[in-house]
């Protein structure tokens, strides 16, 4: 019954913003991390960005630092991820992933996974 649903996925320019969310059900939500995973065409899944339950610790992958900032609303249930400054390397379908623990992996083990959203950014 837990489900994940990502949405405000879309095409951008090359330096344009976008803001994924990922509404969650069915599970305790403060009690689990969230994390955002992409995956291009004939590559594997990656690690993007996660958070703890908390929300008060975050990690991201070197090559989103400084660009992109994952986030959640505990009351509503949502995890976000901003997206700024978008290059054409960012360019894959993004998938939204809570797990039953609380603290974040960087490994794409999470209990739970949304269907993903396409983001294209190009000119």
């Known amino acids: 019954q837990v489900q994940l649903v990502e949405s405000g996925g879309g095409l951008v320019q090359p330096g344009g913003s976008l803001r994924l969310s990922c509404a969650a059900s069915?599970?305790?939500?403060?009690?689990?991390?969230m994390g955002w995973f992409r995956q291009a065409p004939g590559k594997e899944r990656e690690f993007v960005a996660g958070?703890?339950?908390?929300?008060?610790?975050?990690y991201y992958d070197d090559s989103v630092k400084g660009r992109f900032t994952i986030s959640r609303d505990n009351a509503r249930n949502t995890s976000y991820l901003q997206m700024n400054s978008l290059k054409p390397e960012d360019t894959a379908v993004y998938f939204c992933?809570?797990?039953?623990?609380?603290?974040?992996?960087?490994?794409?083990?999470?209990?739970?996974w949304g269907q993903g959203t396409q983001v294209t950014v190009s000119s």
């Open positions: 958070i703890n339950g908390k929300g008060d610790f975050t």
């Open positions: 069915g599970l305790t939500f403060s009690r689990s991390a």
């Open positions: 992933a809570a797990d039953r623990a609380p603290v974040i992996s960087i490994r794409p083990n999470y209990d739970y």
